[in-house]
C-alpha cells in the first residue's frame, strides 16, 4: 500500500477514480455506455470527447514542459488553425468536397508546423526564455487569427470536415480515436525510441546534456513544433465540432487547461522526469470536473471556483514540501503551529 | 559568464544568473528604448494627425489607463523576483463585482474600498504562502487564483451591475484642471502616487533590495541572511493589493461591475512590465519602465483609433510585435553585457 500511494499516479488515478464514483453516486445511469444507429454514446464518451482537444494539446505541453519549457501560444495556434482552414473552405469554389477538406486540414497542420517552428526558433536559436518566447504568439496570435477571419465567425458547411470532430468510426467518435492516434505515436516515439530520454536529459540538466554531446537545440525545436501541431489539430476538431471558426473563443485559456492537465498528471513544471499517461489522466480529471458540476447540479457558474480548489487541492497533495509535512504529522501529531498552516491552505 | 559555456559553442539556455541580467550601462537601454520608442511614436502620431499633437492627448494616455499602470506596479514587483502572477485581471473584476454588488445594496463607499483592498490583499497573500511554504511555481498557484478570483464573479453575478452611489459616480466625473485647459481625473493622481511610493520602496529600502537580490539569486539572497521567504510572500500580497486598487480604478472609469471584464489584462500588464524593460527571469528591471510600458500599449491603442481604418486586431499584432522586438533587443543587450 505504501509504495503504491508513492507512485506518481497515484493521487491524479485517485483523484480521478473519486470523481467518476462521485458521478455514479448520484447518477446511476453515468457508467452505462449504449449503442445507438452503430454509434457508442454514454457520459464516459462524452467525457473524452469534450476532452479530445485538451488531451491532445496537453501532450504536446507535456514533451514541451519536459524541456524545461512552457507553450502559452496553443490557444492561439487552435485558433489560426481554425480559421484558415474555415476560411479556405469558405473561399474555395466547392466548399462541400473532401479535396477541399483534406487542403484545408493540410494549410491548419502546415500552419502549426510554420508556428512551431517560430516558437522552436526563438527558444532555441535565440535563447529567449519560453514562456516570453510563446507569450510572443500567444498575443499576436489571436489578432493574426482575427485578421485571417475579417473579425467575422466563418462558418462552412462540409461533411467530411464536420466529421473530424463530429463524425464517427467504427462506433466511436472520430475525435477520439485521432487523440489517441496521435497519444500511440507520441508514446512510441518517445518510450521506444532514445528520443524521451534525451527530451528528459535537456530538461534535468541543459549544460550537462549539451556537454555530453547532446544536440538540445534540435530536440528542443521538435518539442515545440509538435506541441504546435498537436494544437492545429485541436484547433481543426474545434473548429469542425461547429464547422465554424471563431478567432476570438475558439481555444481560449485551453493552454491553461493543458498546462494544469500536465501538472495534475504528475509531470513538473520544473522540466525532466514526465508522464503522457499521467498527462491523459490530468486531462480527464479536468474535464470531469466539468461534468460533475452539472451532474452534482451544482450552478455552472460555480464550476471555475470548483475547479480552482481541486487543482489547488491535487497540487498541495503532490507537492513534496505537504507531503512530508503530512507524514510528519502523522508520526509525531504535536506541532500546532504546522497544523494551523495546513488549515490556511485548506480554506 | 559561466565558465562552460566558453567551452561549448552549442548554447541553448544560459541558466547563470549573471548571463540573464544587464550589467553596468546595458541596464538602463531597454527602459531608455522603450522611452525612445514611445517619444518617436507620439512624433509619428503628431505628423499624421495635427490633433494628437496635444497635451490632452498625451494626459489621456494616463486617463484611459490608471488601472493598467497600477496592476503593471504590482506585476514588475512580482517578476522582479522571478515571479509571475496570472491572476491580476481576474482579481480587477472581482473587486469590481463585489464593489458594484455592495454598492448597489447601500454599502457606504469607503467600507466597500476598505474591504474590497483587503479581499484583493488576501487573496494575494494566500497564493503567496502557499507558492512560498509549498514550494509550488507561482505560475499554477496563480493561476489556480485566476480560475477562482473569475468563479467567485460568475458566483456573485453573470449581469453587469452599474454603479449608480455618489463617491463612484463623482470619482467617474470630476476632472482635475491643469495649467493650459488641460485635466487628468484624480485616479490618474492615485496612480502616480502609487507609481511613486512603489519607486521609492523598490530603491530606498531594505525590502526593495530584497526583492532585487532574490531575482538575481535567490540562493545569494538567502545565504546573505535577507528575510527572502517573508519578501516572496509580501511581494504576491502587494501584486494583489494592486489589483483591488486597479479594479477600483476600473469602477471608476467603467462605472459597472461585469463578470468578464478584464479578461486578459494579466497579459497586458506583463506585456507592459516586458516592454518597460524588465526581465522576467527576475532581478532587473524599473517601475518607471514599466509605466513607459503601458503608455507605450496606450499609444498604440490612440493611433488605431486616430486612424479609425484599422480594425481592433491590429492592436494585438502590434503589441505582440513590440514585445518581440524589445525581446529580442533584451538579448541583444545581455550578448552584449555577458
Redesign the interface.
Known amino acids: 500500500m505504501k509504495s503504491l500511494s508513492k507512485h506518481r499516479l497515484a493521487w491524479p488515478v485517485i483523484a480521478l477514480a473519486a470523481l467518476l464514483l462521485l458521478n455514479q453516486v448520484f447518477r446511476p445511469d453515468f457508467m452505462s455506455l449504449r449503442m445507438q444507429d452503430g454509434h457508442l454514446y454514454g457520459s464516459l464518451i462524452d467525457i473524452m470527447r469534450n476532452g479530445a482537444p485538451t488531451i491532445l494539446i496537453a501532450l504536446g505541453m507535456t514533451l514541451v514542459i519536459a524541456t524545461?519549457g512552457?507553450d502559452l501560444s496553443v490557444g492561439a495556434v487552435v485558433a489560426i488553425a481554425g480559421a484558415a482552414s474555415c476560411a479556405y473552405i469558405a473561399a474555395s469554389p466547392e466548399p462541400g468536397s473532401p479535396v477541399t477538406a483534406a487542403t484545408a486540414v493540410l494549410i491548419a497542420v502546415v500552419a502549426g508546423l510554420a508556428l512551431g517552428v517560430w516558437n522552436g526558433f526563438?527558444v532555441?536559436t535565440?535563447?529567449?526564455?519560453p514562456?516570453?518566447?510563446t507569450?510572443?504568439?500567444?498575443?499576436?496570435?489571436?489578432?493574426?487569427a482575427?485578421?485571417i477571419t475579417g473579425?467575422q465567425i466563418v462558418s462552412v458547411s462540409n461533411d467530411s470536415y464536420k466529421s473530424i470532430g463530429a463524425g464517427y468510426l467504427f462506433t466511436l467518435p472520430i475525435s477520439i480515436l485521432i487523440t489517441a492516434a496521435v497519444f500511440a505515436l507520441a508514446a512510441v516515439l518517445t518510450r521506444r525510441t532514445a528520443l524521451g530520454t534525451l527530451i528528459e536529459a535537456?530538461g534535468i540538466n541543459?549544460?550537462a546534456s549539451?556537454?555530453a554531446g547532446l544536440?538540445?537545440?534540435n530536440i528542443?525545436w521538435i518539442v515545440y513544433v509538435f506541441s504546435a501541431v498537436c494544437a492545429a489539430i485541436a484547433g481543426l476538431m474545434i473548429s469542425s465540432n461547429v464547422t465554424a471558426a471563431d478567432?476570438n473563443n475558439a481555444g481560449l485559456y485551453i493552454e491553461?487547461d493543458a498546462?494544469?492537465a500536465v501538472?495534475i498528471g504528475g509531470t513538473s513544471?520544473?522540466g525532466g522526469r514526465y508522464t503522457l499517461v499521467g498527462t491523459v489522466v490530468g486531462a480527464f480529471i479536468i474535464q470531469t470536473l466539468t461534468t460533475t458540476v452539472y451532474t452534482l447540479g451544482i450552478p455552472p457558474?460555480?464550476?471555475?471556483?470548483?475547479?480552482?480548489?481541486v487543482?489547488?487541492t491535487v497540487?498541495?497533495l503532490q507537492?513534496?514540501?505537504?507531503r512530508n509535512l503530512f507524514t510528519r504529522l502523522k508520526a509525531a501529531p504535536k506541532p500546532a503551529a504546522q497544523e494551523a498552516?495546513k488549515e490556511?491552505?485548506a480554506? | 559568464m559561466?565558465p562552460?559555456s566558453t567551452?561549448?559553442p552549442?548554447?541553448?539556455?544560459?541558466?547563470s544568473p549573471a548571463r540573464s541580467r544587464l550589467r553596468g550601462g546595458a541596464r538602463y537601454a531597454p527602459t531608455l528604448a522603450t522611452v525612445g520608442l514611445f517619444i518617436a511614436m507620439f512624433a509619428v502620431g503628431a505628423g499624421m494627425y495635427p490633433s494628437f499633437l496635444s497635451g490632452q492627448v498625451f494626459l489621456n494616455l494616463f486617463i484611459d489607463n490608471t488601472f493598467l499602470i497600477v496592476l503593471a506596479v504590482g506585476m514588475t514587483f512580482v517578476i522582479l523576483t522571478g515571479g509571475?502572477d496570472l491572476s491580476v485581471g481576474a482579481v480587477v473584476a472581482l473587486s469590481m463585482m463585489v464593489s458594484a454588488t455592495l454598492l448597489q445594496q447601500g454599502w457606504n463607499a469607503g467600507a466597500v474600498i476598505v474591504l474590497v483592498l483587503l479581499i484583493g490583499g488576501g487573496l494575494g497573500l494566500?497564493m503567496g504562502?502557499?507558492i512560498q511554504?509549498?514550494?509550488?511555481?507561482p505560475?499554477?498557484?496563480t493561476?489556480?487564483?485566476?480560475?477562482?478570483a473569475?468563479?467567485?464573479c460568475?458566483?456573485i453575478s453573470?449581469d453587469s451591475i452599474p454603479v449608480t452611489e455618489g463617491f463612484f459616480t463623482g470619482m467617474a466625473q470630476a476632472q482635475i484642471p491643469l495649467p493650459g485647459d488641460l485635466f487628468v481625473s484624480p485616479g490618474v493622481l492615485l496612480a502616480l502616487g502609487i507609481v511613486a511610493a512603489a519607486f521609492f520602496v523598490l530603491h530606498h529600502t531594505r525590502f526593495g533590495r530584497t526583492v532585487y537580490a532574490i531575482g538575481g539569486n535567490e540562493h545569494s539572497a538567502m545565504l546573505m541572511g535577507l528575510p527572502v521567504k517573508a519578501t516572496k510572500v509580501l511581494v504576491y500580497a502587494l501584486s494583489g493589493l494592486c489589483s483591488a486598487i486597479a479594479g477600483i480604478l476600473f469602477s471608476f472609469y467603467s462605472l459597472s461591475g461585469y463578470s468578464l471584464a478584464a479578461q486578459g489584462m494579466e497579459?497586458d500588464a506583463?506585456?507592459a512590465v516586458?516592454i518597460g524593460g524588465t526581465l522576467?527571469?527576475g532581478g532587473t528591471g524599473y517601475v518607471l519602465g514599466s509605466v513607459v510600458g503601458v503608455l507605450v500599449l496606450g499609444i498604440v491603442q490612440t493611433f488605431i483609433a486616430y486612424d479609425g481604418t484599422l480594425?481592433?486586431?491590429?492592436?494585438?499584432?502590434v503589441?505582440?510585435?513590440l514585445?518581440?522586438v524589445f525581446?529580442?533587443l533584451q538579448?541583444l543587450f545581455a550578448r552584449k553585457a555577458g
Do not use: H, N
Open positions: 524545461r512552457i526563438l532555441s535565440i535563447g529567449v526564455q514562456i516570453i518566447a507569450l510572443v504568439l500567444m498575443t499576436a496570435g489571436r489578432g493574426v482575427q485578421l473579425g535537456v541543459p549544460v549539451r556537454l544536440r538540445a537545440r528542443i478567432a491553461m498546462i494544469l501538472v513544471l520544473a457558474e460555480v464550476t471555475l471556483v470548483f475547479k480552482a480548489l487543482v489547488i497540487c498541495l507537492a513534496p514540501k505537504a498552516v490556511k491552505v480554506i | 559561466s562552460l567551452l561549448t552549442l548554447t541553448v539556455k544560459k541558466p509571475i494566500l504562502l502557499i511554504y509549498f514550494d509550488i511555481q505560475f499554477i498557484v493561476l489556480a487564483g485566476m480560475f477562482l473569475r468563479g467567485l460568475y458566483v453573470l497579459l506583463i506585456a516586458v522576467l527571469t480594425s481592433s486586431w491590429w492592436t494585438k499584432i503589441i505582440g510585435g514585445l518581440l525581446i529580442l538579448r
